[in-house]
């Protein structure tokens, strides 16, 4: 079985439980998320830009994480996804601010930051449909964070949002796939992965 057909069989799979969900139990775990960021947020200090995103559909966590993040941290940019190459940048100013984007999402609007902007984050939070404990991360199969994670401070720390049922004993992984460090998730919080932060 080729690597991009296991992928797809593990998204299939991943995206069919997360529709599954009850709303009662996708709101604890939102709320949960948005706790943990608040911690991280405090972690990170008042001085620290933290790179995150909207989640839509089925993602674990809302706009939640976002404004519990805003008050402990200098910034939060939030990505501008244009095809092709690595994602642009904008700063996140609050639910009311952000507009209908391609693909389905909501971003920030005018003015937009280059890709080269994830440089300044201490944190980035990256959407995942699974991560294994070797820090492989199923996305939904785009690319873009893969080609734009490389413009990351290497000291930055890489976190996928997930559910804990998400952390799973092993993914297929390519060349191009970039690792995460941390995952995010409802119960277990902030934790690093045996790769290291």
């Excluded at 009850?22 to 405090?42: F, H, Q, S, V």
């Excluded at 997930?162 to 390519?174: G, S």
């Excluded at 941390?182 to 932060?197: C, D, E, N």
Aim: overall charge negative.
């Amino acid at each position: 079985m080729t690597d991009a057909a296991t992928k797809a069989q593990w998204r299939a799979r991943v995206l069919a439980e997360r529709r599954s969900r009850d709303a009662e139990t996708r709101d604890a775990e939102n709320r949960a998320l948005a706790a943990a960021a608040a911690d991280l947020g405090i972690a990170l200090g008042p001085s620290a830009t933290v790179c995150a995103y909207v989640p839509v559909g089925t993602e674990p966590g809302s706009t939640a994480i976002l404004d519990a993040l805003r008050p402990r941290v200098a910034r939060i940019l939030l990505p501008v996804a244009r095809e092709p190459g690595p994602l642009h940048w904008a700063e996140y100013h609050g639910t009311d601010a952000l507009v209908s984007a391609p693909f389905g999402l909501r971003e920030p609007g005018e003015p937009h930051l280059p890709p080269t902007a994830i440089a300044a984050a201490a944190a980035i939070l990256i959407p995942a449909l699974a991560v294994d404990g070797r820090g492989v991360r199923l996305g939904r199969g785009a690319g873009f964070y893969d080609r734009t994670l490389d413009l990351a401070d290497p000291a930055a720390r890489l976190i996928a949002v997930i559910r804990d049922d998400e952390v799973v004993a092993e993914l297929p992984d390519e060349s191009h796939d970039i690792r995460v460090g941390w995952v995010l998730t409802p119960l277990g919080g902030l934790r690093a992965l045996g790769i290291g932060s």
